[in-house]
């Protein structure tokens, strides 16, 4: 499986991005992806994930009624909508796939597949 985020870039406080995540090769062996974030010093971080066969999805708190994980099953994309922007949003994102159970779709060990990183910078 190939992941490939796209999206990133850099906007003003208050501001909106879409994050992409095209996934090609042998998808119908994953169960779920997730959008992780790290920024510079920090830990990698869940921010939400979604269910393929069911669509539930996860968000965490810190991005709860401002992010918004949606996929699209033609295209084997899964976005991530990204509203009111705060500058502690400022990181590089990644997408990533996982064949195991969704139970463990909240931790990075739970994931196979990962994308490149796609920087989103968030100015004050």
């Known amino acids: 499986v190939q992941l490939q985020a796209s999206g990133g870039g850099l906007e003003q406080a208050g501001g909106s991005l879409r994050l992409s995540c095209a996934a090609s090769?042998?998808?119908?062996?994953?169960?779920?992806m997730g959008w992780f974030r790290q920024a510079p010093g920090k830990e990698r971080e869940i921010v939400a994930t979604?269910?393929?066969?069911?669509?539930?999805?996860w968000y965490a708190d810190s991005v709860k009624g401002r992010f918004t994980i949606s996929r699209d099953d033609a295209k084997n994309t899964v976005y991530l909508q990204m509203n009111s922007l705060k500058p502690e949003d400022t990181a590089v994102y990644y997408c990533?796939?996982?064949?195991?159970?969704?139970?463990?779709?909240?931790?990075?060990?739970?994931?196979?597949?990962w994308g490149q990183g796609t920087e989103v910078t968030v100015s004050s």
């Open positions: 979604i269910r393929w066969s069911l669509g539930m999805t």
């Open positions: 090769g042998r998808t119908f062996s994953t169960h779920f």
């Open positions: 990533a796939a996982g064949g195991s159970s969704y139970v463990y779709s909240r931790s990075p060990q739970g994931y196979d597949y």
